[in-house]
């Protein structure tokens, strides 16, 4: 709203301020998957991590520990957490070509 209001007092033409309005929108667009991919990425990357922690003590630990078992249940939900968040970060992704896509086409 606050655009149409300086686009009002500067005198812009109604036909430009729309394109400009739907240019921001798609500028938001993209801002926000990437927003959405890092997030996801920053996710994976630590479930990875955690996930390479676990494995190590897991090699010190006799298999019949209850430790060994906690931990080994522990892997098993990382490895579901990267699938999922791997899955997610695809599709961010595929967003995130879309909208730049549709910025680059679209003409001034």
Do not use: C, P
């Not at 209001?5 to 801002?31: F, H, P």
């Not at 927003?35 to 630590?46: D, F, G, I, P, Y």
């Not at 957490?81 to 549709?102: F, G, H, M, T, Y």
């Amino acid at each position: 709203m606050e655009l149409k209001r300086w686009a009002s007092t500067v005198g812009m033409a109604e036909e430009i301020r729309d394109r400009l309005q739907k240019r921001i929108a798609k500028l938001v667009d993209v801002d926000g998957f990437q927003v959405q991919e890092s997030k996801l990425t920053q996710a994976k990357e630590k479930a990875a991590s955690e996930q390479n922690r676990i494995r190590t003590l897991i090699g010190v630990l006799n298999r019949e520990d209850e430790l060994h078992a906690r931990y080994l249940k522990k892997l098993f939900t990382l490895e579901n957490e990267i699938e999922s968040a791997s899955e997610e970060l695809n599709a961010v992704r595929k967003k995130l070509d879309q909208s730049k896509s549709r910025l680059m086409e679209e003409r001034w």
